[in-house]
Every structure is written in C-alpha cells, then in structure tokens.
C-alpha cells in the first residue's frame, strides 16, 4: 500500500521560504513521477510540479517557476518542495501525488496515489 506523507506547511510573510517534504512508502518509486499540487480555497487544485523519481527530471508551473523547486531524496524516499519568495496567492493546501508513470503530467487525475494534505499561508 502506497503512502504520501506530507510535512513542512505553516504560516509565513510574503517573501518567505517554506520547504514542504513528502515521505513516500509502500513501493520502490523508481518508475514513479512525483507531483505537488495545490488547492486554494473555491479553487481548482492546480499542478505545481513534477520530478521523474528516477532521472530527476523537473517540470514546473508558470506560475512557480523560479521561485521553487522540487527533488528528491532516494535514499530517503522523501520529496521536497522548497519554496521561496513567497506571494500571498500561493496558499493553500499543498498536496503531494505519486504516478506509476515515467511520463510526467500537469493533469490531477493521472496520478494514483495522494497524500493528505498541508496547509501553506502566507500572509501580506
């Protein structure tokens, strides 16, 4: 059984930095491709990045890009979001999302497997 942990939300100030963390168990990711989605109030959960777990490559959106940055750790199985430069309109709920796949997609519904869920504030 696959399981998504996240960890590292908070309130912050605007220009801050969080890093946002996601212990992954129950399978070797080697084949996976890791995301990190976001759901803001009333809104849509949208993509925010992407790794390929076993090349490493990234994928980001526009609207975070520059500013974060997603890795992993194999030998902590673990995900991380760090975030800097922090806006107002980036909280939410943070959610991290595994996908037994090597291809790595923006779209929610593709990915298997979901964590709970950490909330991200940041204040003006």
Same mark, same amino acid.
């Given at each position: 059984?696959?399981?998504? /942990?996240?960890?590292?939300?908070?309130? /912050?100030?605007?220009?801050?930095?969080?890093?946002?963390?996601?212990?992954?168990?129950?399978?070797?990711?080697?084949?996976?491709?890791?995301?990190?989605?976001?759901?803001?109030?009333?809104?849509?959960?949208?993509? /925010?990045?992407?790794?390929?777990?076993?090349?490493?490559?990234?994928?980001?959106?526009?609207? /975070?890009?520059?500013?974060?940055?997603?890795?992993?750790?194999?030998?902590?199985?673990?995900?991380?979001?760090?975030?800097?430069?922090?806006?107002?309109?980036?909280?939410?709920?943070?959610?991290?999302?595994?996908?037994?796949?090597?291809?790595?997609?923006?779209?929610?519904?593709?990915?298997?497997?979901?964590?709970?869920?950490?909330?991200?504030?940041?204040?003006?």
């Amino acid at each position: 059984q696959v399981q998504l /942990v996240e960890a590292g939300g908070g309130l /912050v100030q605007a220009g801050g930095s969080l890093r946002l963390s996601c212990a992954a168990s129950g399978r070797t990711f080697s084949s996976y491709v890791m995301g990190w989605f976001r759901q803001a109030p009333g809104k849509e959960r949208e993509f /925010v990045a992407a790794v390929r777990w076993s090349a490493g490559s990234t994928y980001y959106a526009d609207s /975070v890009k520059g500013r974060f940055t997603i890795s992993r750790d194999n030998a902590k199985n673990t995900v991380y979001l760090q975030m800097n430069s922090l806006k107002p309109e980036d909280t939410a709920v943070y959610y991290c999302a595994a996908r037994r796949s090597v291809i790595i997609t923006t779209t929610s519904n593709l990915y298997d497997y979901w964590g709970q869920g950490t909330q991200v504030t940041v204040s003006s």
